[in-house]
């Protein structure tokens, strides 16, 4: 349904334009992507490479989860795919149609919920449906009686006639599935919907991402949240500084998590010397410096922690901070990246 | 690959005019506002100077010849310019609601031309508010002679669509935090040395001025207007106005779409 190949994008950009809610929309330049660790510091100065060389396939039928932490690509990814960003090399396909040669026929096939929403403010609830369908073809009363259904389904039916902006985050969050869905696309693209919602608009969207998925949707949302994308997604890519790391169903994922606890320890004094004490103690498996954090794998979960304290103080240094995760994808995501997603 | 089985082919002019639809409802709704925005000025100008003046003896009786179609030119290029222009603004700076139509299956250069169109449309709107608004306030204009409609009209649609091209190279390049340097940096002085309160040919006794000026496009439309409603005025050569009109019609055009497909695609 959905194939990138080799997909890359250079923003020339030597300094993203800075906007108080940070980077957001479509192209979204985020400003945090840098390029790869270090050595192209030069480079990266004068532009910022969002994708590297992503290669993508999203399957018929499919919810797909582009998982990442801020500036991994994502946004990106969703801009080149719905025909907002161009690709500086590589290629894009939409349900075999070239996002970057057949992008009217493309647009035609997509449903595109944004980041923050972008009701048309100067329309009410239902104009906004209804206008949207106009610009896909839709007749005036075709459009009204799906817009109706739309916000019935979506629980905002009252609202039909108020301006959108007397919605709450998450009903405007809502209209934007609504619109998305109106012309009644093959492809849906949500990118990060539950950015800024409350826990319990958040899962009435999931309730609404499932149904969708029921009816045999192929969705492709992002997110940086580990446990949206293991509760929602039937496949999800781990995408790090513009790099496809991992693609596969949430529980193959898990399986290939470190079997051990990740165990982090912010530590006051000698690194090396902590390190080594710490690689003694009974049911750890292996010993990293991260920073100024050493990060222990431990066989025995939280058990281990008091030993390895002592570890560190016999050392001669002092632990400040501790922080634990068990294996999951976010272990997977922090052994394949070296960070943590947020 | 999946084979898509409905193939919805959508006509690029049904979506074209989806668009002039909705703006033209929005705009429709915001009529009193518009009015105030855009007629406002030309409207206290001409209780002034076309009124006042005259009334106390400051300005000469036929000066209102002059006026009129002056301040007709300065209506319909500030309707149209800001109709255009600050809705973009906006849209896309902070709010991002163009992207509904950004996504719409049509060539986006055709989003950019819609907006152009419905500012020409708003532009005349102002135009056929201020002219008998005019007539009301300043009295029987001497030599006021609406009869040549085709030239009226011509000026008219040209005038509004050069200044709602304009609009567009103006929307994509201002920043939201701008719009208030926006006017005083060129909307002001395009209003004073656009020819809207002396006929260009006046300017004979200032001859820098005069050559000055001619790279202000409101000269060529409050010129034009001259021509089409009032003759007996002194006025730049018709034909001149409207081979200037019609370059600069393309040249923005030229300009602001390609500033609005950089905007429109990253």
């Known amino acids: 349904m959905i194939e990138t190949r080799a997909l890359t994008k250079v923003y020339a950009a030597p300094a993203p334009r800075k906007t108080p809610t940070g980077p957001t929309g479509p192209t979204g330049r985020a400003p945090t992507a840098p390029n790869g660790p270090a050595g192209r510091g030069a480079r990266a100065s004068a532009s910022i490479v969002a994708l590297d060389g992503l290669d993508l396939e999203v399957r018929e039928g499919e919810m797909f989860g582009l998982l990442g932490p801020n500036g991994a690509g994502k946004t990106t990814t969703i801009g080149i795919l719905t025909t907002r960003v161009r690709a500086t090399s590589g290629e894009a396909c939409v349900a075999g149609r070239n996002v970057s040669t057949h992008d009217t026929a493309v647009r035609r096939l997509i449903g595109v919920v944004p980041q923050r929403p972008n009701p048309d403010r100067s329309l009410n609830v239902i104009e906004n449906l209804v206008f949207h369908g106009a610009y896909f073809g839709i007749g005036t009363a075709e459009s009204a009686r799906r817009a109706i259904a739309l916000l019935e389904k979506f629980e905002i039916a009252e609202k039909a006639t108020a301006k959108v902006d007397d919605l709450s985050g998450g009903q405007q969050q809502r209209l934007m599935i609504a619109r998305a869905l109106l012309h009644e696309p093959e492809v849906i693209f949500l990118d990060e919907p539950t950015v800024g919602l409350d826990p319990q608009a958040r899962h009435a969207l999931w309730d609404v991402l499932r149904a969708l998925h029921r009816e045999g949707r192929t969705i492709v949302m992002t997110t940086h949240y580990m446990q949206e994308a293991d509760a929602l997604c039937d496949r999800i890519a781990i995408v790090d500084r513009g790099k496809l790391l991992a693609c596969d169903t949430p529980a193959a994922l898990t399986a290939r998590a470190p079997g051990a606890t990740l165990v982090d320890l912010t530590v006051e004094g000698d690194l090396a010397a902590a390190a080594a004490r710490c690689r003694l103690v009974d049911g750890i498996s292996a010993v990293d410096v991260v920073g100024s954090d050493l990060r222990a794998q431990s066989l025995r979960g939280g058990e281990a922690l008091p030993a390895l304290i002592r570890a560190v103080e016999d050392a001669g240094s002092r632990v400040q901070n501790i922080n634990l995760a068990k294996p999951s994808l976010e272990t997977l995501f922090i052994s394949l990246t070296g960070r943590k997603l947020d | ?266």
């Open chain 2, 1 to 266: 690959m999946t084979a898509i089985a409905t193939e919805r082919d959508v006509p690029t002019s049904y979506v074209f005019f989806a668009m002039l639809r909705r703006d033209i409802r929005v705009a429709r709704r915001e009529l009193p506002f518009f009015l105030v925005r855009t007629a406002m000025q030309p409207l206290l100008l001409m209780i002034v100077f076309g009124y006042l003046m005259p009334k106390l003896g400051v300005m000469q009786k036929g000066y209102t010849a002059t006026l009129l179609p002056g301040v007709l030119a300065l209506s319909l290029a500030l309707s149209s310019v800001q109709s255009v222009a600050l809705p973009m603004v906006a849209q896309f700076g902070f709010s991002k609601e163009i992207e509904d139509r950004l996504l719409a299956p049509i060539p986006n250069h055709l989003v950019a031309l819609e907006l152009i169109v419905a500012g020409t449309i708003q532009g005349m709107i102002a135009g056929i508010f201020v002219l008998p608004a005019g007539r009301l306030i300043m009295g029987a204009i001497p030599g006021l002679a609406l009869s040549n409609l085709p030239h009226l009209l011509g000026i008219t649609i040209l005038g509004a669509a050069t200044f709602s091209a304009l609009g567009l190279v103006m929307g994509c390049a201002i920043q939201p935090q701008q719009i208030g340097l926006m006017f005083s940096s060129i909307i002001s002085p395009m209003i004073f040395f656009g020819c809207t309160y002396y006929p260009w040919t006046a300017l004979d006794k200032v001859p820098v001025m005069k050559y000055l000026v001619l790279v202000n496009p409101l000269v060529y439309v409050a010129e034009g207007m001259r021509g089409a409603i009032t003759p007996d005025v002194p006025h730049m050569d018709p034909l001149v106005v409207a081979l200037v009109l019609v370059g600069l019609l393309l040249l923005f055009w030229h300009v602001g779409k390609r500033a609005f497909l950089r905007r429109a695609i990253s």
